[in-house]
C-alpha cells in the first residue's frame, strides 16, 4: 500500500506568514492528491485535488503543487482562521491513505 | 444538497462486532461515478481511511484492516453499512461516512463528509 509522509509534522506562523506544507508518496501517484484542513472538533474539509485544483469555494490564498511523489501546499498569507491541521491523501488503484497530518498553529 | 448522517452503538465490548450505518441523502449510490466512503479518526490522532462502496457494486478496503472490514448497501433505504469485527480499545475512534465522486475517469475525490460518531471500545 502507498505510504505517505508530511513534513513539517507541526509548525508555528504568524498571520500573514507564507507556509508550505510537504507531502510524499512511497510511489508514484501521477496528480491524485489532495488537502484537507481539519479545525479541532470539525470534519475535515477538501481544499484541493488532483494535486492542484482548488474546490470550490476555498480561498485562492491556497494552492497546490506536484506530480508523482513529491506535492505541496502553499498557504500565501496565512490568516487567524486557517491555524489547523493539514492532511494529504492520495487515490490509486481505487484506495485512499491519508497522510499523518502538519499541525499549524499560533507563533 | 448532499448529507450523510453516521448512526451506531457509542459503546461496544473488546471482541465484539460494530456496525455503523451511514444514511445518505442528495445523491444515488447508483449514479456512475458516486462512492460512499468510511474514516476513522482516534482522539487526537489522524484520519484513516477504512473502506469504500462504489456505484458499480465494487468494494474496496483498507489492507491493514481488510480481514476485518465488511461493506453491504440498502439501495432502498439509501444506507450503506461498516462491519468491523472483533473489535479492540486500539478501535476507539471517531467513524466518519462521507460521499466520494469522480472527478475524472477513475479517479475520485471525497468532498463531502458526515458529521462523525464517536465509538469507544472498552469493557
Known amino acids: 500500500a502507498i505510504q505517505l509522509t508530511q513534513s513539517p509534522s507541526s509548525l508555528s506562523a504568524s498571520v500573514g506568514d507564507r507556509v508550505i506544507i510537504t507531502c510524499r508518496a512511497s510511489?508514484?501517484?501521477?496528480?491524485?492528491l489532495a488537502w484537507y484542513q481539519q479545525m479541532p472538533g470539525k470534519t475535515p474539509k477538501l481544499l484541493i485535488y488532483?494535486?492542484?485544483t482548488l474546490e470550490s469555494g476555498v480561498p485562492s490564498r491556497f494552492s497546490g503543487s506536484g506530480y508523482g511523489t513529491d506535492f505541496t501546499l502553499t498557504i500565501s498569507s496565512l490568516q487567524r482562521e486557517d491555524f489547523a491541521t493539514y492532511y494529504c491523501?492520495?487515490?490509486?488503484?481505487?484506495?485512499?491513505?491519508f497522510g499523518p497530518g502538519t499541525t499549524v498553529d499560533i507563533k | 444538497q448532499i448529507t450523510l448522517k453516521e448512526s451506531g452503538p457509542t459503546l461496544v465490548k473488546p471482541s465484539q462486532t460494530l456496525t455503523l450505518t451511514c444514511t445518505f441523502s442528495?445523491?444515488?449510490?447508483?449514479?456512475?461515478?458516486?462512492?460512499v466512503a468510511w474514516i476513522r479518526q482516534p482522539p487526537g490522532k489522524a484520519l484513516e481511511w477504512l473502506a469504500l462502496?462504489?456505484?458499480?457494486?465494487?468494494?474496496r478496503y483498507s489492507p491493514s484492516l481488510k480481514s476485518r472490514l465488511t461493506l453491504t448497501k440498502d439501495t432502498s433505504r439509501n444506507q450503506v453499512v461498516l462491519t468491523m469485527s472483533n473489535m479492540d480499545p486500539v478501535d476507539t475512534a471517531t467513524y466518519y461516512c462521507?460521499?466520494?465522486?469522480?472527478?475524472?475517469?477513475?479517479?475520485?475525490?471525497?468532498?463531502?463528509w458526515g458529521q462523525g460518531a464517536l465509538v469507544t471500545v472498552s469493557s
Open positions: 510511489q508514484a501517484i501521477n496528480s491524485a
Open positions: 442528495g445523491f444515488s449510490l447508483s449514479t456512475r461515478g458516486v462512492g
Open positions: 462521507a460521499h466520494s465522486g469522480a472527478y475524472r475517469s477513475g479517479l475520485y475525490r471525497i468532498a463531502n
Open positions: 462502496f462504489y456505484w458499480d457494486d465494487d468494494k
Open positions: 491523501q492520495q487515490f490509486n488503484d481505487y484506495l485512499f491513505t
Open positions: 488532483d494535486a492542484s
